[in-house]
């Protein structure tokens, strides 16, 4: 189908935003590095604008662009990854530590950002495992090269001569590329792909999560989890996996998370909350993490707190406090 060219430039620019959004998230693992990168990626195009000679497509024109502003952008600094990545699961009597910097983690992005509006449902499925924040970490182990070329292949499903032509390589470099990121990836068990989330029962489940977390009833919290997820906190390297060391945790040093309350989001094709509890002002709930749930065969195998509020419940459209029940 030929490309639709109607409208002025920046028109034309901006019916590519959302994509290319999600395709940097993917390269960079943060939602707020991947919205510069597509601003930096109109820039150039802008500059470049009366030059283009439309011997490719103005969207394939835009990935190229796209994918050398995350190329430059990742020169020379360290992956980003999740507290699992970084060394084994801790115990509740371990100190917290220090914060890592913002740069060290990858970050959670609010579905919006993601996940076409108008996509339809076999392909948002798809498009959800692309975005799990495990994946997520997985693809940040790649070499750029690899990364793009896998994202563009295996995630977007453009060809082999396609990709070379972005990249300026043959087709047998780009398949020899992801021949090589899936191994990768199979070494690391996130491959790309998976059954179809759960309806009603991820509903009740997140029912019974809210309700348990809420009246903070550890047993009936523990009793939806698997037996080996995952309790992270960034910004801090330390995570949990026992039910035992949960329970500690929350009643020994998480004790201030009584009488939180949850607001529901999404984040990466995933159920997410924002997570309030009380704070120094009376009947006020303060903003204390960002959840993200990882569910899977009907329980949750990971919860991933997120801390950095002051940044990412602006970014989900989170309200900056709650009136506390009476």
């Not at 189908?1 to 960079?28: K, N, Q, V, W």
């Not at 330390?238 to 009488?259: A, K, M, Q, S």
């Amino acid at each position: 189908m030929p490309e639709e060219r109607t409208g002025g430039p920046e028109e034309l620019l901006e019916r590519h935003r959302s994509e290319l959004t999600a395709y940097c998230y993917r390269m960079l693992g943060s939602p707020f590095e991947a919205e510069d990168a597509v601003q930096e990626t109109f820039l150039r195009a802008w500059r470049g604008l009366a030059g283009f000679e439309g011997r490719a497509s103005l969207r394939t024109w835009l990935y190229r662009i796209a994918t050398n502003v995350c190329f430059d952008l990742l020169r020379g600094r360290e992956r980003r990854a999740l507290p699992a990545d970084l060394g084994p699961p801790g115990t509740a009597a371990d100190a917290l530590g220090e914060p890592l910097a913002e740069d060290a983690w990858v970050l959670p992005a609010p579905d919006r950002l993601l996940l076409p509006e108008d996509a339809d449902p076999a392909e948002v499925v798809e498009l959800r495992e692309s975005v799990r924040l495990a994946f997520l970490a997985a693809l940040q182990r790649l070499p750029p090269r690899q990364r793009a070329v896998l994202i563009l292949r295996e995630v977007l499903g453009w060809r082999a001569v396609e990709v070379a032509g972005l990249l300026g390589t043959s087709v047998a470099a780009v398949n020899s590329a992801l021949q090589r990121a899936r191994a990768a990836l199979a070494a690391t068990r996130e491959p790309l792909g998976g059954s179809p989330p759960m309806a009603e029962e991820e509903r009740d489940l997140l029912e019974r999560y809210v309700d348990a977390f809420e009246r903070y009833d550890l047993d009936a919290l523990t009793s939806l989890l698997h037996e080996d997820a995952a309790w992270t906190m960034p910004p801090y390297r330390l995570w949990l996996r026992t039910h035992e060391d949960i329970r500690r945790w929350c009643l020994g040093p998480g004790i201030g998370c009584l009488g939180s309350r949850l607001v529901p989001t999404r984040a990466n094709g995933a159920p997410a909350f924002g997570h309030y509890k009380p704070g120094e002002r009376r009947g006020v709930l303060d903003p204390w993490s960002l959840q993200v749930l990882d569910v899977a065969g009907g329980r949750i195998a990971g919860i991933a707190f997120h801390l950095d509020t002051g940044s990412l419940f602006p970014l989900f459209d989170l309200p900056p406090a709650l009136e506390a029940s009476p």
